[in-house]
C-alpha cells in the first residue's frame, strides 16, 4: 500500500542577501528575492532614478542663496587707443587719443540674489520632493513586480521537485512489484508475459523520473536566471517546514481599502498628480514680476596710464550694489500656453490615477476568484487523492491474490498518480493565489 507523501509549504524568513549558492545552502524564497532586488537591472535602474530626484531636489532646495562669481580678463590693443598724459606745471592727467600698442586688465567679483520669483522657487521645491517620493514609489513597485515574478517560479520550483519524488515513489513500487512477479515467475506462479509487462512498467517509470527531473532542473535554471544568479551550479531550495492550512479569505473590497493606502503603484500616481498642482504654479510665476539684488567689486589696468599696478589697482576699484525688477508685459503668449499645457499634464496624471485604482481593483478581483478557485481545487483534488489511494490499495491487494488482472492494476496506479500531481498542483497554486493577496495587502512575500 502506497501512503501518501504529506506535502509541507512553508518558506523561512532569512536574513540578508546571499551572493552565492552552494550545494550545501539551500535558497529560501525570501533569499531569492533579496538577491534578485540586489542584482536585476530594472530594480537597479529606479534606483539611479530615484538618485537624480534626490540631487534634483538637493538643488532646488539651495536656489534661494546667492551666487558668487568672479572674473578676470587680459586683453592686447595695437592702434589709436586712449592713454592719459600728465600735465607737468599743474599735476593733472588730461585723455588723448594716440597710435599706439597697449594691453591692460579686468578683475571684478559680483554676486546676485533672488528676492521674488513670483514664487516659482518655492514651488520648485515641492515639486522635486514629490518627484522623489514619486521615484521612490516607482522604486518599491520594481520591487515588488520582482518579488512577485520570483515568488511564481519559486513555487513552480517546487511544485516541479514534488512531481519528480512522486514519479521516484512510483519507480520503487514499480521495481518491487517486478521483483515479487520475477520471483513467482521462478515459482511457475506468474506467465513470462507478467514479468514483461512487469518490467515495462519499471522502464515507463524511470522515463517519468527522467522527465520529472529535467522539468525539475528547468524550473531551476529559471529561477537562477530570474534572480540573476552568474550560475545555476550548486542551485537548491530550502525544504518546506509546516503543512499547509486554509484560511479564510479576506473579501476583495477590503484588501483593495487596503491596497490603496499601500501598493505603491497608487502612491506614484497620487505624489504625481499632487507635483502637478505645483507645476501649474510654476507656470504662472512667470506672469510676475521678479526683483533681484546684485552687487559687484571691480578694478582695472591699463598700460598706456602712466600709474603702477598697484597705484591702479587702487585707483580703479569700484564698488556697486543694485536692485533690479523685470516686469513681464507680453511674451507672445508663451506663459500661457505653459500654463495651459501643465494644467493638461494636471489632468492626465489624474487620469492616470484613476486608470491606477481601476487596474488595481480589477488585479484584486481576480485573484481573490483565482484564491477562491484553487482553495475548491485544493479540497476537490485531496479528496481525490485520497480515494485514489484507497482504490489503488484495494486493487494492489487484489493483484497480489491474483483477484485483478495488470491492466487493472496499472489504471488504479495511474489514477493515483494523476490525483497526487492534482492535489501538488493544486497546493502550490492555491499557496501562490493566497500569496498575492497578502501581497495587496501590504504583507512582505516570504
Known sequence: MIM????????????GSIT????????????????????????????VSARQSEVEVNTAKWARLPNLNGSASQSWNWGRTQTAIKNEQTGDYSTVYINTSSHGNNMSLSTSIPLFTGLEIPHSYQLAKLNLKAALADLEKAKEDIAINIASAYLQALFNKELHQVAVGQLALSRE????????NELGKAAATEVADAKSRVA????????????????????????????????????PAVKLSLNPLTPPDEIYNIALGEKAAVQAAQYRLEGSRHNIRIAQSSYYPTINL?????????????RTFRQQMGDNFSKYIGLSMNVPIFNRFATRNRVRSARLQQQNYDLQLENVKKSLYKEIQQAWYNAVASESKYNSSTTAAQASEESFALVAEKYNNGKATAVEYNEAKQ????????????????????????????????
Open 4 to 15: 501518501k507523501r504529506s506535502i509541507a509549504i512553508y518558506i523561512i524568513c532569512a536574513v
Open 294 to 306: 546684485s552687487g559687484s567689486l571691480g578694478t582695472n589696468f591699463y598700460s598706456t596710464i602712466n
Open 177 to 184: 512489484q517486478y521483483k515479487r512477479i520475477a520471483r513467482l
Open 415 to 446: 489514477n493515483l498518480v494523476q490525483a497526487q500531481s492534482n492535489e501538488l498542483q493544486a497546493k502550490y497554486e492555491y499557496l501562490f493565489r493566497t500569496k498575492i493577496l497578502d501581497f495587496y495587502k501590504g504583507v512582505e512575500i516570504q
Open 204 to 239: 515507463q517509470d524511470e522515463l517519468s523520473v527522467v522527465q520529472a527531473d529535467n522539468n525539475y532542473k528547468l524550473s531551476l535554471l529559471d529561477l537562477s536566471q530570474l534572480i540573476e544568479l552568474a550560475s545555476p551550479e550548486g542551485f537548491s531550495l530550502a525544504e
Open 20 to 47: 552565492t549558492a552552494s550545494a550545501q545552502e539551500a535558497w529560501t524564497l525570501r533569499q531569492c528575492i533579496e538577491y534578485a532586488i540586489e542584482h536585476n537591472v530594472t530594480v537597479r535602474q529606479a534606483e
